[in-house]
């Protein structure tokens, strides 16, 4: 599993090890580095912030029939708390985030990928889940 989170990683690594899960490798990284070869990975977890880049990437990271699962703040759902955020990372208090709406968060996925699964996570900022297939 890469993630750039540390704090993600050890909840994850955590739970792995609750369960006695083996088969899974940690790294500290950016899903932009250049070790990363096409199609090397199975499964790539992602909290979306830049979507066009990114799902490009994620579609050249995943082997075929590969899993891609995100969990999105759709803050674009809530215009205040987009506009909030956005101030807020324009005076670098807060890494950017695109306040996507939920419908634009399905849209750039489905563009990629096939989608399996979703579910709305929380109401207040709305969080969605999202698992979907490389075809």
Do not use: W
Not at 15 to 33: A, G, L, P
Not at 51 to 65: D, F, G, H, P, S
Not at 79 to 104: R, T
Request: hydrophobic share 40%; charged share 30%.
């Amino acid at each position: 599993m890469k993630d750039i989170s540390s704090k993600m990683i050890y909840i994850t690594k955590r739970k792995v090890d609750e369960r006695k899960i083996d088969n899974i490798y940690f790294e500290h990284s950016n899903i932009f580095d250049k070790k990363y070869k096409k199609e090397s990975f199975n499964t790539i977890l992602h909290l979306l912030d830049d979507n066009q880049n990114v799902m490009q990437r994620i579609k050249e990271l995943l082997k075929l029939e590969g899993l891609f699962i995100s969990e999105t703040a759709c803050l674009g759902e809530k215009l205040l708390l987009g506009f909030f955020f956005i101030f807020l990372s324009k005076i670098g208090i807060v890494p950017f985030i695109k306040p996507f709406k939920i419908s634009e968060l399905e849209d750039s996925i489905a563009e990629n990928f096939q989608i399996i699964n979703t579910k709305k996570t929380s109401h207040n900022p709305p969080n969605y889940f999202v698992v979907a297939r490389k075809v």
